[in-house]
């Protein structure tokens, strides 16, 4: 048992859970656990073996997962420490912020029914930031107070400070979770949450998550001073799970195959500003999940990307007549963003006793910033969407405000929110309005369909997402949306990111089944800042019963004692 991860159980479904990295928890995290808690081994249960991943003890693939799921009467604990540390991932040393001293921090493991609980602690000493936990993709079913949104569900954590988070793992699939304080994800706050459940293909192996990141020698907060006067900078590099080699240092990632096994990866892109293709040289990929979505497989040789999004795949070894080593590229793509070492950002897979430098040729591929085509995204579990009750049009355009500076702007609403009195509070205290600037659309009513028209005519694209939901994609294009466009309302792609094209349109629906206040933003970190985003306030009458008011109060006036004695000023939107 990892000392990460304490385990409560009352029985549960057999899963063979990987150890946590070996790191070092801080003293005061130990002593929060009772030791005198009785701790048992799991109970096993038959299915999920290398040849039957559909299954899953009672359940299956085919389990309608929105209005069922095990209940494993376990709890999986966590502790997280937020600290100052200086790291040199490509051989290259700058300042950064890390979970538990690790870049990605500790991947969270749990099974499909386990209740997670994670402790967060900000011990940063030098820096004067909050900090959040934002568990990305967990719809957060009646429990929004954990969504770990800083202005929306809570107020910062301040240093010296600590939070506790709890949830219900009722998706499965591999996700992350990352800070939501100003631009603190990308000076290296996250890591992998993987929760165990079916699959719709086969595999041998799991080698568990993989990050794809864009990376700088300077810290994103130095260089969003001129994403905010220039226009988004360029980034120096790139990381594949936190490595990458630059100018003759730092260490590749690299991964070993055997000859006949199928092995799962999970992708996630963590990426603050920059849209991947990714590939493996020689190896085809099949899709099996897109977000935490199980889809009906597909096969590819090229994986598009974007920020925020995880395509979990299965990659077949069977190259080895062909090479001992080959290379797994992430391309960023030059449409959308720029990136100095672009065509550098590379592992190795090999096969044998130990990697070498490979000299393998990459497939071809056009650059572009596109999703994967909605064609091949077909959920494994079908759901039909019903007619609108709600439309809402939404059309995304840039300007200089008055200080000169970039903002983005939804219907003419740049969103800016405040860290010391976040939505969750104003409903407690029975707000009736919100400011212009905190960008709330109110949904009052239960289980009403609500389409959201997003359009732009720049020629930026983005990826969208939402908070609390997973989304259907009715329709994603170029040029401009009108009511000759066809929507798919059945059983269309679902997931929780999704591109806006550029100078084109995007159409999602979700139902109004979880009530809370629900962040949608632009996953790109310096569109975030600059107000790319807007909040659904859903059931605004339910959601203070939802709420531990006790929780939420301390919280906001430990930051404000601190941020007062501190002097420290919010200067972006506030998400």
């Known amino acids: 048992m990892s000392p990460f991860q304490m385990e409560k159980t009352g029985g549960a479904c057999k899963s063979a859970l990987p150890p946590l990295m070996s790191l070092p928890r801080a003293a005061h995290a130990f002593h929060s656990f009772d030791k005198s808690a009785n701790l048992y081994p799991r109970s096993s249960c038959s299915g999920?073996?290398?040849?039957?991943?559909?299954?899953?003890c009672d359940y299956d693939i085919s389990t309608d997962y929105y209005n069922d799921a095990p209940d494993t009467g376990v709890t999986r604990e966590y502790w997280l420490e937020l600290t100052d540390v200086t790291v040199a991932p490509d051989g290259v040393s700058r300042y950064a912020q890390a979970i538990n001293n690790s870049i990605p921090g500790p991947t969270l493991f749990a099974d499909?029914?386990?209740?997670?609980?994670?402790?967060?602690?900000?011990?940063?000493?030098?820096?004067?930031?909050?900090?959040?936990?934002?568990?990305h993709g967990i719809r957060q079913n009646n429990t929004i107070q954990n969504d770990g949104v800083v202005s929306i569900t809570q107020c910062p954590i301040a240093p010296g400070s600590s939070i506790t988070y709890t949830w219900k793992a009722v998706q499965y699939g591999t996700t992350w979770y990352h800070s939501h304080f100003a631009l603190q994800a990308w000076e290296g706050v996250f890591g992998g949450i993987v929760i165990n459940g079916p699959t719709t293909a086969n595999y041998d192996e799991d080698l568990g998550v993989l990050f794809l990141n864009d990376w700088s020698h300077q810290t994103a907060d130095e260089l969003y001073v001129s994403a905010e006067t220039s226009g988004p900078p360029t980034l120096t590099t790139g990381l594949i799970n936190g490595?990458?080699?630059?100018?003759?240092?730092?260490?590749?990632?690299?991964?070993?195959?055997?000859?006949?096994?199928?092995?799962?990866?999970?992708?996630?892109?963590?990426?603050?500003?920059?849209?991947?293709?990714?590939?493996?040289?020689?190896?085809t990929m099949q899709v099996v999940a897109s977000d935490l979505v199980p889809i009906k497989p597909f096969n590819t040789s090229i994986l598009n990307i974007s920020m925020g999004q995880r395509y979990d795949i299965i990659v077949t070894a069977n190259q080895s007549s062909v090479a001992d080593n080959f290379w797994m590229r992430a391309i960023p793509?030059?449409?959308?963003?720029?990136?100095?070492?672009?065509?550098?950002?590379?592992?190795?897979?090999?096969?044998?006793?130990?990697?070498?430098?490979?000299?393998?040729?990459?497939?071809?591929?056009?650059?572009?910033?596109e999703d994967e085509d909605t064609s091949n995204l077909v959920p494994y579990v079908a759901k039909k969407v019903s007619s609108e009750t709600a439309t809402e049009g939404e059309s995304v355009t840039v300007a200089k405000n008055s200080d000169n500076l970039f903002k983005w702007y939804l219907n003419s609403t740049t969103m800016v929110v405040d860290w010391a009195d976040p939505t969750l509070l104003q409903v407690y205290n029975n707000a009736t309005t919100f400011n212009t600037s905190n960008?709330?659309?109110?949904?009052?009513?239960?289980?009403?369909?609500?389409?959201?028209?997003?359009?732009?005519?720049?020629?930026?694209?983005?990826?969208?997402?939402?908070?609390?939901?997973?989304?259907?994609?009715?329709?994603?294009?170029?040029?401009?949306?009108?009511?000759?466009?066809?929507?798919?309302?059945?059983?269309?792609?679902?997931?929780?990111?999704?591109?806006?094209?550029s100078s084109g349109y995007l159409v999602l629906a979700f139902e109004t089944n979880n009530p809370g206040a629900w962040l949608m933003h632009c996953h790109i970190g310096w569109h975030t800042s600059e107000g790319f985003g807007l909040q659904w306030v859903v059931r605004e009458s339910e959601i203070a019963d939802l709420i531990d008011y006790e929780i939420l109060n301390s919280t906001c006036t430990e930051w404000k004692t601190y941020a007062a004695s501190s002097s420290v000023e919010e200067d972006d939107s506030g998400i």
Request: glycine share 6%.
């Open 48 to 56: 999920n073996t290398a040849t039957t991943r559909d299954e899953w």
């Open 112 to 135: 499909w029914g386990d209740t997670v609980v994670v402790h967060v602690s900000n011990a940063l000493s030098t820096s004067t930031n909050g900090t959040s936990i934002h568990f």
């Open 243 to 283: 490595t990458n080699v630059f100018d003759e240092t730092g260490h590749r990632f690299n991964t070993s195959f055997t000859e006949g096994k199928a092995y799962r990866l999970r992708v996630v892109n963590a990426a603050i500003d920059s849209h991947f293709k990714f590939s493996i040289d020689n190896h």
């Open 333 to 369: 793509q030059s449409a959308c963003s720029s990136n100095g070492n672009s065509n550098d950002i590379k592992g190795i897979v090999y096969y044998g006793s130990n990697p070498g430098t490979p000299e393998t040729t990459g497939y071809s591929y056009t650059d572009s910033c």
């Open 439 to 501: 960008a709330v659309i109110s949904l009052p009513n239960a289980d009403e369909w609500v389409y959201v028209v997003i359009s732009t005519t720049m020629p930026v694209p983005h990826p969208i997402h939402l908070h609390g939901f997973d989304f259907y994609i009715l329709a994603q294009g170029t040029g401009t949306y009108s009511d000759s466009v066809t929507l798919n309302t059945d059983n269309p792609p679902r997931r929780d990111v999704a591109m806006l094209p």
